[in-house]
């Protein structure tokens, strides 16, 4: 249907076929959070099983208490729910189960890290930008998405090295400022190998008309689909 047009522009149903699904491959979303009951999500949320659900110990003694389903760096606990929608909109487009309700995700066997930086109006800080990161690294996530922008930060530029130095690919939102060059942190794929700036394009097969260009920046872009785009939210 039209609703599905984004999944079947990037060819997913093809890649699903030839047996790519996300399967065995953890996704971080440092987001606003991701709604944990989601009928469509709620098989994807990553378990962390080396916590023993709600004794109070920090049993993989990672730094967070009880961080089963991941961290809330906003309110700073275990419980990163969604108080705005956007980042369970991002794990939706992620990984939504490949089932008969609603849409399904583009690895719709991968898990979802949730991971909250942001809070219920969509804003947070650098430096819980720069925690999450570190923190899904650190519980093996493979890939991290990042479908925010803010300033320029040394915090938040230390910690996608330091997910350079332990392999995790690190997907960035170009901004959708319609300006020249990617914001920050999407820019630094100028630079880092692992970051990767990604764009919006429209159903119309045409730049979104607030998508930022890469221009004369350097950075390693792609522009996927990012403008009527169906999900769980």
């Keep these: 249907s039209s609703r599905d047009w984004g999944v079947n522009a990037v060819k997913a149903p093809e ?8 399967e065995g491959n953890t ?3 440092i987001d606003s959070g991701v709604q944990l009951n989601h009928p469509d999500l709620v098989h994807s949320i990553w378990v962390n099983a080396g916590e023993i659900p709600g004794d109070g110990i920090d ?3 990672n730094g967070y208490i009880d961080d089963v389903r991941g961290w809330d760096f906003v309110d700073q606990d275990n419980t990163p729910n969604d108080e705005n929608g956007h980042g369970t909109h991002v794990a939706g487009i992620i990984a939504a189960a490949n089932n008969s309700q609603g849409g399904t995700g583009v690895a719709y066997a991968s898990s979802i890290m949730p991971i909250r930086t942001l809070d219920d109006t969509g804003s947070g800080s650098t430096q819980g930008v720069a925690q999450g990161i570190r923190y899904a690294v650190d519980n093996g996530a493979q890939v991290i998405n990042l479908s925010l922008g803010g300033g320029n930060s040394q915090s938040v530029y230390s910690a996608l090295r330091y997910a350079a130095e332990n392999n995790v690919l690190v997907v960035a939102a170009s901004g959708n400022e319609n300006a020249q060059v990617p914001g920050y942190p999407a ?9 990767l700036s990604v764009g919006a394009y429209a159903n119309t097969n045409r730049r979104a008309s607030f998508s930022n260009r890469v221009g004369n920046s350097g950075a390693v872009q792609v522009d996927a689909p990012g403008q009527s785009v169906h999900s769980t939210y």
């Design 15 to 22: 890649a699903w076929s030839a047996g790519y699904t996300g």
């Design 27 to 29: 996704v971080a979303v």
């Design 59 to 61: 049993n993989d003694r």
């Design 187 to 195: 820019v630094h794929s100028a630079s880092l190998s692992n970051v």
